[in-house]
């Protein structure tokens, strides 16, 4: 957008990935005061390494009255999954690598298994979602024992809110899951939001290039001291490769451990009324 008073004419556009080299190009055409226009770059960014990447976009404009809006800056996360996973899906944890439970806020980095990926810390959300087995360390929040197994030593994954670790994001993705082909698909996940301060867990989907939030209401505050049980109907993205957002926020006080377990995917073929 030309914000300007007179009319911006035949300018370099510009963008930088990862603090690499500019990749420059001409912007052909007059853009008069307070119009916009769009530039599609001939040579596209191209991001093939998983992980976080940064991308500052720019314009070079001679006799730029106002230089400090001339730049943008955004990060993505490439997610690295080679090949979508058609039904059913099932993620128990058990062969995760346990992760720290430190009182440390954003500092814990908890790699998981499987291509389930914690986005990263002050990036794309604030905390990891952390595997553990057994209580976690704050007393009077999170489960004791798993859903899996019901032992102290089967794992499970949990926000840790101690410390300060107040309203803070963690985003657990998910990878990419074929629905071609299927009539019903349901998600299914055991939650666990024990805890006087408990905060939030929200349910994302990303198809068609973009995210849907809250796909169903969030699930808030102190809940009873157990597994609970959350059917997801994903009847909306069938014949679609999705990812699923496990979108989960600490609440106002260290009592606030919330965790996940037993996350699954599949057709719902009849009804149990046991």
Not at 36 to 62: D, K
Not at 104 to 124: A, K, Q
């Amino acid at each position: 957008k030309n914000e300007g008073l007179s009319p911006i004419t035949n300018f370099d556009v510009a963008y930088i990935l990862d603090n690499g080299s500019p990749v420059v190009e001409t912007f052909t055409g007059t853009i008069n005061p307070g119009a916009m226009a769009t530039h599609t770059f001939t040579n596209p960014i191209n991001i093939s390494a998983p992980g976080a990447h940064s991308i500052l976009a720019y314009v070079v404009l001679t006799n730029d009255g106002n230089g400090f809006n001339d730049t943008l800056a955004a990060s993505v996360t490439m997610i690295n999954a080679p090949a979508a996973i058609g039904l059913p899906y099932i993620e128990d944890f058990e062969t995760f690598a346990p992760c720290g439970t430190d009182f440390d806020c954003e500092v814990t980095i908890c790699f998981l298994g499987n291509d389930l990926v914690n986005e990263e810390n002050l990036v794309s959300d604030d905390i990891d979602w952390r595997t553990n087995a057994g209580p976690t360390p704050s007393q009077g929040t999170g489960p004791d024992v798993d859903h899996t197994t019901g032992t102290a030593i089967g794992q499970y994954v949990y926000t840790e809110a101690s410390n300060g670790c107040f309203g803070k994001i963690a985003n657990m993705v998910t990878p990419c899951i074929n629905l071609t082909g299927t009539t019903n698909p349901v998600l299914s996940f055991y939650y666990h939001m024990f805890g006087a301060d408990m905060g939030d867990l929200h349910i994302d989907i990303f198809a068609n290039d973009s995210w849907i939030n809250d796909v169903v209401p969030a699930i808030s505050g102190n809940q009873p001291n157990q597994w609970i049980l959350q059917n997801v109907g994903l009847s909306n993205y069938i014949g679609q490769i999705v990812n699923i957002r496990f979108r989960g926020v600490t609440g106002p006080d260290f009592a606030s451990d919330l965790a996940l377990d037993d996350i699954g995917v599949a057709e719902l073929t009849g009804i149990n009324d046991d």
